[in-house]
C-alpha cells in the first residue's frame, strides 16, 4: 500500500482500506464505531479515517499466549455494549 505521489506507505487508512488491513467486513468496522467498541479513528474533513498505529493498539488488545490467558483483554463484537461489560473495558 504505497502511495504512487510520495512513496511512503499511508499513516491514515479510510474506512474500507482499515476493514481490508483488520480482515473484518467494511460493515462490521462500520458497527465497530457506532457501538463504541472499535479502534480509535479521526474525522477530517468530514472523511472518517484510521491511523495504522491506532489499527493496531486495538487488535493487541487481544493478544494471548493461551486459551486460558487470564491476563488477556478482550475485543468485544460490534454490538452494543452491557451495562456489565461497560464497566469490564
Given at each position: 500500500?504505497?502511495?504512487?505521489?510520495?512513496?511512503?506507505?499511508?499513516?491514515?487508512?479510510?474506512?474500507?482500506?482499515?476493514?481490508?488491513?483488520?480482515?473484518?467486513?467494511?460493515?462490521?468496522?462500520e458497527?465497530?464505531?457506532?457501538?463504541?467498541?472499535?479502534?480509535?479513528?479521526?474525522?477530517?474533513?468530514?472523511?472518517?479515517?484510521?491511523?495504522?498505529?491506532?489499527?493496531?493498539?486495538?487488535?493487541?488488545?487481544?493478544?494471548?499466549?493461551?486459551?486460558?490467558?487470564?491476563?488477556?483483554?478482550?475485543?468485544?463484537?460490534?454490538?452494543?455494549?452491557?451495562?456489565?461489560?461497560?464497566?469490564?473495558r
Amino acid at each position: 500500500m504505497i502511495d504512487p505521489k510520495t512513496g511512503l506507505p499511508p499513516r491514515f487508512l479510510r474506512t474500507p482500506d482499515a476493514a481490508r488491513f483488520l480482515g473484518i467486513s467494511l460493515r462490521t468496522l462500520e458497527k465497530h464505531r457506532t457501538y463504541g467498541t472499535g479502534p480509535t479513528y479521526r474525522k477530517i474533513g468530514g472523511r472518517v479515517v484510521y491511523a495504522l498505529d491506532d489499527l493496531q493498539a486495538w487488535t493487541a488488545v487481544a493478544a494471548r499466549k493461551s486459551t486460558t490467558d487470564k491476563d488477556a483483554t478482550r475485543v468485544f463484537p460490534a454490538r452494543p455494549l452491557t451495562p456489565a461489560e461497560r464497566g469490564a473495558r
